[in-house]
């Protein structure tokens, strides 16, 4: 079974700083990763890494993937009050017709505080 | 705005009860997937349609039933509502042939069972 460990679970950091979430996985059949941003309901995706090695950037968020040891990082760097959320890892596993079928993790609770 | 509407966006039920929660999918998009979020949680996958097809169920019982229609609006029931019911339910899609893995997801429709 497709197994997502996230960490840590939840922190507490002031505006400014640099936050890294991590993010594990076991998957047979890999895909692809995602990394959501859950505020509120809906989760919004933020990146989707297939390759290793190959940082995807979006402002002051950033991901890298490593499908070697098999875990995948986000990276917030000048944090804001806005970037209060749940922070959502998923993985896809290599089938259409399932490629649906996302396996999560818990997520990590992100608190920006001033 | 994910293009993805669900409703109700709340409600409330009693044990025992069966309860019918509606989405529709963004247009374009042919795939439609159900997911659990309980609190604390990530969102589990409950099952996917395609082409108004059931092809691809999580680990749910089969009180969880769903419909997708021609429009690619869909519907998740469930019968015999349990405390445990209780949670975020949100639905996704996305284009089967060729897509990402990417979901888009609607706003959740927040289930509770007294």
């Known amino acids: 079974e497709d197994k997502v460990v996230q960490s840590p679970l939840s922190l507490v950091v002031h505006e400014g700083d640099t936050v890294t979430l991590n993010c594990s996985y076991e998957?047979?059949?890999?895909?692809?990763l995602l990394w959501y941003k859950q505020e509120k309901k809906a989760p919004t995706f933020l990146f989707m890494l297939?390759?290793?090695?190959i940082e995807k950037k979006s402002g002051r968020l950033s991901s890298i993937l490593d499908k070697k040891e098999l875990f995948s990082i986000l990276n917030i760097t000048a944090t804001q009050t806005g970037d209060s959320a749940v922070y959502l890892c998923?993985?896809?596993?290599?089938?259409?017709?399932?490629?649906?079928?996302?396996?999560f993790g818990t997520g990590t609770r992100l608190q920006v505080t001033l | 705005e994910t293009g993805v509407t669900q409703s109700p966006t709340h409600l409330i039920k009693t044990r025992g009860q069966q309860v019918t929660l509606r989405c529709s999918s963004q247009?374009?998009?042919?795939?439609v997937s159900w997911y659990q979020q309980a609190l604390g949680q990530g969102p589990q996958f409950i099952f996917q349609?395609?082409?108004?097809?059931?092809?691809g169920r999580g680990n749910f019982p089969p009180r969880f039933s769903g419909l997708q229609f021609p429009n690619y609006s869909s519907e998740l029931n469930v019968n015999a509502l349990e405390l445990d019911d209780s949670a975020l339910y949100l639905c996704?899609?996305?284009?089967?042939?060729?897509?990402?893995?990417?979901?888009?997801f609607g706003e959740g429709s927040r289930l509770t069972v007294l």
């Open positions: 998957v047979t059949n890999f895909r692809s």
């Open positions: 247009s374009g998009h042919n795939t």
């Open positions: 998923a993985v896809v596993p290599f089938n259409t017709g399932t490629a649906s079928k996302l396996t």
């Open positions: 349609y395609y082409r108004e097809e059931e092809n």
């Open positions: 297939t390759s290793s090695g």
């Open positions: 996704a899609s996305r284009v089967l042939a060729g897509g990402t893995g990417e979901l888009f």
